[in-house]
């Protein structure tokens, strides 16, 4: 059974779960992600001519707004797939395939580095912290997302959804990631965190906003487009897989706009940053 702790398994699981899922990604859970964008970069100080890199860019839409303000934008994901979907939504970026905690750049590149939601898909996140920090160049700003469990319903539906269908968890499935894992003030945590891999200045607060998606979209979307819940949901049989959709119904149903056939789900993540010390 992979534990919520182990590193090395957590990491083979990330390797292997995006695949297939980019598109899908791309057209539903990144509607969700694009959120946080301009207050990830605003936080990172990102203006034109920063050399700027995006990590875990997945398909590309925090390296795209850099563009747009005449950065020059780096970015890396570790799934090829998400990789070279980031390349073609970005032709002036220069994207590669690699993953934290090894990124193929030299000391002190970055004047910036941002990521947004992938601190919490890192199997060891210190190790990737300390990368961070390696090739920002000294005095330059750091900036990140997580999700806050706290506030975001917009995916809590789905483990509610499994959990009250009855069906046991998948043993060899992980049910979080170490990221933060015990946390109960995220921002608190994450602050100290960036404190300890030797960042000045860390910063970090939560930020809540209403995802409106159609209900059944969205059910589609994180199916086939994200790799813990999808894999949770798809190796189950139609009528199990049917079970859980019915109180995934339940689940949102308190959220629907009358009239427009949409729900309005909370959602929350935690932003930071920190920057390099000069000295
Ligand atoms: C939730 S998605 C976020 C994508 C994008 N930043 C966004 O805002 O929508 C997480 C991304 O991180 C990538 N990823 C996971 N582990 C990684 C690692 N160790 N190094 C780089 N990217 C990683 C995944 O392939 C995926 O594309």
């Not at 992600?33 to 001519?49: E, M, N, S, W």
């Not at 210190?126 to 961070?132: F, N, P």
């Amino acid at each position: 059974m992979i534990k919520v702790w182990d590193a090395a398994a957590f990491d083979a699981f990330e390797r292997t779960g995006w695949a297939g899922r980019s598109e899908a990604y791309e057209n539903g859970f990144a509607r969700l992600t694009a959120h946080t964008v301009i207050p990830l970069l605003d936080l990172a100080g990102v203006a034109g001519g920063d050399a700027v890199l995006d990590v875990g860019t997945g398909p590309g839409l925090v390296a795209s707004a850099a563009l747009a303000r005449a950065a020059r934008v780096t970015a890396v994901d570790a799934s090829a797939e998400m990789a070279a979907r980031a390349q073609a939504a970005c032709p002036d970026a220069e994207v590669h395939a690699a993953a934290l905690p090894d990124l193929p750049f030299p000391d002190a590149s970055f004047d910036a580095v941002v990521g947004n939601f992938v601190i919490n898909h890192l199997g060891a996140p210190e190790a990737g912290l300390a990368e961070l920090f390696r090739v920002l160049r000294p005095g330059g700003r750091l900036a990140l997302t997580c999700w806050d469990r706290a506030s975001m319903r917009a995916t809590a539906v789905f483990g509610e959804a499994v959990a009250a269908s009855g069906i046991p968890y998948p043993p060899d499935l992980p049910t979080a990631g170490p990221f933060l894992a015990g946390a109960d003030d995220r921002p608190a945590a994450f602050r100290e965190l960036l404190a300890e891999a030797g960042f000045t200045e860390p910063r970090a607060e939560g930020l809540e906003w209403l995802h409106r998606v159609d209900p059944d979209e969205w059910w589609a979307s994180v199916v086939a487009g994200t790799p813990l819940t999808g894999s949770v949901i798809a190796r189950q049989n139609p009528a199990t897989a049917a079970a859980i959709k019915h109180h995934y119904d339940t689940a949102v149903a308190p959220y629907r706009e009358p009239g427009t056939g949409l729900v309005a789900l909370p959602a929350g993540a935690v932003l930071a940053g920190a920057r390099r010390p000069t000295g």
